[in-house]
């Protein structure tokens, strides 16, 4: 099994909706980084969180962090054509400074206008 | 700020031949990048970590002598594939972190390989 599990594998919403990502593993996150990609690009770094039930926004995207630190969802209100692509969670399973990242499967996101 | 870039952006090669990918990080110091290997529709496999003045760390299952890294200096590192085939046809991506802002990867832009 994945250490870092994702989902959902894609999304389909119609534009103006709201929609959430969710993000798990069974370990404990040491850092957790949410990435945007469009298909044959690279990644766009959007939030990194941290702390256990750290919640960060940017424009209309949240990203949050559970307590235990296991789980990140990350949140997207209103959302756009601009939004589609696909999200990737990235976390960093060892307290190690190497900071190596583990992604999850990704999410592709299409916005429908 | 922490732009990375990547060169080539696309390569095609022939069969038996080494490719050179190069990963910049344009406005930061980096004394440690990542690279990953991206399948279609698929998600990021770590490949190995490159840090500057060193050997790289090869991930489990990547052989260093058909992945050859550099990291001679704090901006560059460069991943050469040698004796290309076409299984190692891929998209490659290098991540690189700036240290003094935070623990961050940003990443390049990718370069595609296709090896006919």
């Known amino acids: 099994s994945q250490e870092l599990e994702q989902s959902p594998q894609s999304l389909i919403v119609q534009e103006g909706k709201n929609l959430t990502i969710n993000c798990t593993s069974s370990k404990t996150l040491y850092g957790l980084y949410w990435y945007k990609q469009k298909y044959g690009e690279g990644l766009i770094f959007l939030m990194m969180l941290q702390k256990g039930g750290e919640e960060k926004s940017h424009e209309k995207i949240t990203a949050k962090l559970d307590e235990k630190k296991q789980q990140s969802s990350l949140h997207i209100t209103a959302s756009q054509p601009s939004h589609a692509g696909i999200y990737l969670c990235g976390a960093a399973l060892s307290s190690g400074s190497a900071r190596q990242l583990t992604f999850g499967s990704g999410t592709q996101l299409t916005v429908l206008p | 700020g922490a732009v990375v870039s990547q060169h080539p952006s696309r390569v095609i090669c022939k069969s038996g031949t080494s490719v050179k990918i190069e990963c910049r990080s344009l406005?930061?110091?980096?004394?440690?990048m990542f690279w990953y290997r991206q399948f279609p529709k698929k998600s990021l496999m770590l490949m190995a970590t490159s840090n500057e003045g060193s050997k790289a760390t090869y991930e489990q299952g990547v052989e260093k002598d058909k992945f050859l890294i550099n990291h001679a200096s704090l901006t560059l590192s460069t991943l050469t594939v040698t004796s290309a085939h076409p299984e190692d046809s891929s998209f490659y991506i290098c991540?690189?972190?700036?240290?003094?802002?935070?623990?961050?990867?940003?990443f390049g832009p990718g370069t595609r390989l296709l090896v006919l």
């Open positions: 406005d930061f110091q980096a004394t440690t």
């Open positions: 991540s690189a972190r700036d240290y003094q802002r935070d623990e961050t990867q940003y």
